[in-house]
Nanobody, 121 residues
């Protein structure tokens, strides 16, 4: 399985961006897809996750109310709609594949390359 994240860019504070992650091969119903991010000098942190079936989701407190994770079964992709962006959202965003709906990075076994999100103040 390979993951390809795209959609990052530069946006002003208060703006929106939509990240997507293309998944090679069809995920199993039990597959969980997650988004993580890592800012310079900081540890990687969980953002959001979704179970491929049932649409169960999990969000970090920092993402609740602003970010929405979704999946498109027909296209084998997941997306992260990010609204009301803040400068502190600036980071490299990674998509990852696992089997448990958790916020723990080590539960995700496959990682894509990151896409840079920069939010200017």
């Amino acid at each position: 399985v390979q993951l390809q994240a795209f959609g990052g860019g530069l946006v002003q504070a208060g703006g929106s961006l939509r990240l997507s992650c293309a998944i090679s091969g069809r995920p199993f119903s039990s597959t969980v897809m997650g988004w993580f991010r890592q800012a310079p000098g900081k540890e990687r942190e969980f953002v959001a996750a979704i179970r491929w079936s049932r649409d169960s989701t999990l969000y970090a407190d920092s993402a609740k109310g602003r970010f929405t994770i979704s999946r498109d079964s027909a296209k084998n992709t997941i997306s992260l709609q990010m609204n009301s962006l803040k400068p502190e959202d600036t980071a490299v965003y990674y998509c990852a594949k696992g089997s448990a709906l958790t916020s723990l990075g080590y539960d995700y076994r496959t990682w894509g390359q990151g896409t840079q999100v920069t939010v200017s103040s």
